[in-house]
């Protein structure tokens, strides 16, 4: 059996062949080299996306929009969101990258076990716990989300604004997940180590 050839392009780090456009404006190329810096490493979501410079800067305009200062959650509160839509979602891209986000975010990587498999045995407070809730809700059933879930969230102490970014906060990342998973997207093997 011959050698196989190591894959290149898209093809090194997804299932996907996408055409590298090279058009990334000064915008996004600070950007794209200002995670790199961060990580330490360029996250294989971000190198996907940053294959065509329209496709990345209407995902990060997304981002944003979710991490405005006046959002209402928190960095902790908007990671233990997305580490738990991924776990709900099945994405072992998203969890790797989220759980590691999570550990960093607290310093505990046993709490980023515990939300990656089963939030409800995680040591949360009863308003994580009621958000993450009724996030799993609209990630799974949320045709039937009641003004009861909504009061819910409302008891716990979160006002309508921050109720929206909570929703919000949960579709993108249901979006990132599916993304992740139809285009094949290998774990970023630098995610796996950090903050352990």
Same mark, same amino acid.
Request: glycine content about 6%; charged content about 25%; proline content about 3%.
């Given at each position: 059996?011959?050698?196989?050839?190591?894959?290149?392009?898209?093809?090194?780090?997804?299932?996907l062949?996408?055409?590298e456009?090279?058009?990334?404006?000064?915008?996004?190329?600070?950007?794209?080299?200002?995670?790199?810096?961060?990580?330490?490493?360029?996250?294989?979501?971000?190198k996907?996306? @940053?294959? =065509?410079?329209?496709? $990345? #800067?209407?995902?990060?305009e997304?981002?944003?929009?979710?991490?405005?200062?006046? %959002?209402?959650?928190?960095?902790?509160?908007?990671?233990?969101?997305?580490?738990?839509s991924?776990?709900?979602?099945?994405c072992?891209?998203?969890?790797?990258?989220?759980?590691?986000?999570l550990?960093?975010?607290?310093?505990?990587?046993?709490?980023?076990?515990?939300?990656?498999?089963n939030?409800?045995?995680?040591d949360?407070?009863?308003?994580?716990?009621?958000?993450?809730?009724f996030?799993?809700?609209?990630?799974?059933?949320?045709?039937?989300?009641? @003004?009861? =879930?909504?009061?819910? $969230? #409302?008891?716990a102490?979160?006002?309508?604004?921050?109720?929206?970014?909570?929703i %919000?906060?949960?579709?993108?990342?249901?979006?990132a997940?599916?993304?992740?998973q139809?285009?094949?997207?290998?774990?970023?093997?630098?995610?796996?180590?950090?903050?352990?």
């Amino acid at each position: 059996m011959g050698r196989e050839e190591p894959l290149t392009g898209t093809r090194a780090y997804c299932d996907l062949d996408l055409q590298e456009r090279d058009n990334l404006d000064q915008e996004m190329t600070t950007l794209v080299r200002g995670i790199e810096k961060k990580y330490g490493f360029m996250p294989n979501f971000v190198k996907l996306f @940053a294959t =065509d410079n329209r496709r $990345l #800067r209407v995902f990060m305009e997304q981002y944003m929009e979710l991490m405005r200062p006046d %959002s209402g959650l928190t960095q902790f509160e908007h990671e233990l969101i997305a580490l738990v839509s991924a776990a709900t979602n099945g994405c072992v891209y998203c969890c790797a990258h989220h759980g590691a986000l999570l550990r960093g975010e607290t310093g505990d990587p046993m709490l980023a076990e515990y939300v990656a498999r089963n939030y409800r045995q995680a040591d949360l407070s009863p308003r994580h716990m009621t958000m993450l809730d009724f996030a799993v809700k609209v990630l799974t059933d949320a045709e039937n989300i009641t @003004a009861e =879930d909504r009061q819910a $969230l #409302r008891d716990a102490g979160f006002d309508d604004e921050q109720m929206w970014t909570v929703i %919000s906060t949960a579709s993108f990342y249901a979006a990132a997940n599916r993304m992740s998973q139809a285009a094949g997207l290998k774990v970023t093997p630098g995610y796996l180590s950090m903050h352990r």
